[in-house]
């Protein structure tokens, strides 16, 4: 039997909080070790103990929410029940847009800290600004340390990211290598760890290969797209890095045939072997879920989020199904995103041999990038600056598409028409985001489908793949 502690804050009763940041992260994580082989019933019912304190107060203090959760039949200080959380409506990213500032909370409890913004399109291509606390943030990083006890990493090894690095501002002066001390917030908060190493994928699958196998990192995480090509530079130019324990991908589906490529090119470069892992996360929800280590299972962390998978017709999908991916931050009292329908579909997995007995995901299809192409036939990631395009509130959904070698198109839907200014903005920033080398022209459409498969692609690169080979 799991007894839930006291907590020392307001709103957060599960997992129960203490005071002091890195005596509250140790005895959550210890509260983690107990809830995640709890019977399945029992995790749930202190999901729902933890979604009436949520509950009531989005009803109190976000506008959006009073009218609906009224409307379901919830009533604060009364139980959260299956039922009840079954005639709550499904939000879509295109309420959350009409919605706006009637999703922020007026006010926050005592103690949940500063609020944080950030924009994301996601896998619908629609941008959503959202709001996180600091309590959010302070849970999130107590997933991602429990994703490091999971896999048992050896904290003192190199750990190296290969993402995009904002704090790069010159890329013509700065290389695209940054050495940190340690391996950063969270768990250099807790542990010794050894160093850090960030590169920037804003350089070709070359220079990038000839970084990671100069510092030969134990750990490197990256997104799938990326680890594609610097395993077709690998075989190409035949470096391999050496000393890889595990490839971590993040962003993107993890696609079993690049799980296989990386272990074909890369799996005997070390002394110990090597794993291909990877994340499930989204800036609206935190971690959302992380493999173990004895199946390589993608555990849901349903102490922070509360995943839904769901049919067409709105049921529940069984082991083995497909469904449409819903989302409930526990903790995100900023900006509650109840029942988020985030764009993505899962496969809900049968129970894994580990023991563990949080929610099991098999696959998560649908989050996949291209490549884009250089005008001298290199590629690399496509940044194209999402964050300066989205500063314009009157985008409703983008897409960003190579038609040529040397020509990117902006797809935009927008609620009204742009003045000059903001097609200026927007051809500014893309042109520089993309380095310079492609013509950038915007282009305007009633609405941007996605593929057949249901996916939907941010960046296309329809110049190597036309668009009826996407389906």
């Not at 950030?118 to 606390?133: F, L, N």
């Not at 904290?155 to 690095?165: K, P, Q, T, Y």
């Not at 908060?189 to 990038?208: K, M, N, S, W």
């Not at 900023?334 to 041999?353: K, N, S």
Request: net charge neutral; proline share 8%.
């Amino acid at each position: 039997m799991f007894h839930l502690p006291h907590s020392g804050m307001p709103g957060a009763v599960f997992p129960a909080l203490a005071a002091s940041p890195a005596a509250a992260m140790l005895a959550v994580l210890h509260q983690l070790r107990l809830t995640e082989r709890l019977p399945p019933a029992e995790l749930e019912a202190l999901q729902f103990r933890q979604l009436g304190e949520l509950l009531a107060h989005a009803s109190r203090a976000v506008p959006y929410y009073g009218p609906v959760l009224r409307a379901a039949g919830f009533r604060p200080g009364e139980p959260v029940t299956a039922d009840l959380w079954q005639r709550l409506p499904v939000l879509t990213r295109a309420r959350v847009q009409e919605a706006g500032a009637q999703l922020h909370a007026r006010e926050l409890p005592a103690g949940h800290g500063s609020v944080a913004t950030a924009t994301t399109s996601g896998s619908s291509g629609r941008p959503v600004t959202i709001r996180k606390s600091a309590l959010f943030q302070f849970y999130w990083q107590c997933f991602t340390v429990r994703d490091h006890e999971w896999l048992a990493r050896n904290l003192g090894a190199n750990w190296m990211v290969v993402l995009r690095d904002d704090q790069r501002t010159d890329t013509g002066k700065q290389g695209p290598l940054r050495r940190m001390a340690n391996w950063g917030g969270p768990v250099a908060a807790i542990y010794p760890t050894g160093p850090g190493l960030f590169l920037d994928y804003r350089a070709p699958a070359a220079e990038l290969l000839a970084i990671i196998s100069q510092e030969r990192p134990a750990y490197l995480i990256t997104f799938p797209s990326l680890l594609r090509e610097l395993l077709r530079e690998s075989q190409a130019s035949g470096r391999r890095p050496e000393g890889l324990r595990e490839v971590r991908t993040t962003g993107e589906a993890l696609a079993p045939e690049l799980r296989d490529l990386t272990m074909s090119v890369w799996g005997s470069t070390g002394t110990d072997p090597l794993s291909v892992t990877e994340v499930y996360s989204s800036a609206e929800t935190g971690i959302i879920a992380t493999p173990c280590r004895e199946q390589n299972a993608l555990h849901v962390h349903a102490e922070g989020v509360r995943l839904e998978l769901l049919r067409e017709d709105g049921s529940l999908c069984a082991p083995g199904e497909e469904g449409r991916v819903i989302l409930t931050s526990l903790h995100n009292f900023a900006m509650p995103l109840i029942r988020y329908e985030i764009g993505d579909r899962a496969v809900l997995g049968a129970p894994c041999a580990c023991g563990r007995t949080l929610p099991v995901l098999a696959a998560i299809p649908g989050r996949a990038r291209d490549m884009l192409t250089l005008p001298d036939g290199r590629r690399r990631f496509p940044y194209y600056a999402h964050n300066t395009i989205m500063q314009i509130d009157a985008i409703v959904q983008h897409q960003v598409a190579q038609t040529a070698r040397d020509e990117v198109e902006v797809r935009l839907v927008v609620r009204r028409p742009l003045t000059p200014a903001e097609e200026a903005h927007i051809v500014t920033a893309a042109t520089h985001g993309l380095g310079g080398e492609h013509r950038v022209r915007i282009v305007y459409r009633s609405e941007i489908p996605r593929q057949v498969s249901g996916k939907f692609a941010e960046f296309t690169n329809e110049f190597e793949n036309p668009p009826a080979a996407l389906c």
